[in-house]
């Protein structure tokens, strides 16, 4: 028996028959997991005991460890990841980080870090990111980072390959603002391979 939206679970220990018809199918309904958006990317981390500094607070380090994570993900979800970067012979870096912390989160606090590309082009992207508290949607941390795609070879920047400057460029917008992907990088001084 299968009902219009939902599907059939085996459950362990039936057989596979079992799992559409008679008294041990279980309909479960079907989810779509909706396509990842490429202007915003959330991710939910819980504050673990060893990422506090002697103060109780999270140590510095560990907002970097997640604005780092958080777009790591963001990318493997468009398909812009490692595959992706190994089949372009390249791979980002982070140049630089840009932190105004605003708070501190503790043990036992649920972030949520929110990020999303706001230029893309020449060798580099730019990224804004926001740490907030899940509880009162406090802000903790803003991080600017600016990444620089690089030879996988060489280590040496090279322009970022046209498929993602393309996918930002087709429409960019900002959830944190009205910023606009520039046409040109102005700072990029021939670094192409």
Known sequence: MQLPGHSPVQ?????PESATDGPEAIL???TTTPPPDPWRYTA????RQYELDLLGHVNNAVYLNWVEQVAVE?????????DWAAAHDGTWVVHEHHVTYRGAARYGDVVLVTTLPIEIGGVRGLRRTEIRREADGALLTEVETQWIWVRSGSGRPARVPADLVELFRGGSRSAFGDERMEEDDPDDHGHDE
């Open 28 to 30: 479960c309904p079907m």
């Open 44 to 47: 939910r981390y819980p504050v």
């Open 11 to 15: 459950l362990p220990g039936t057989s």
């Open 74 to 82: 963001h990318v493997e979800a468009l398909g812009f990841g490692r």
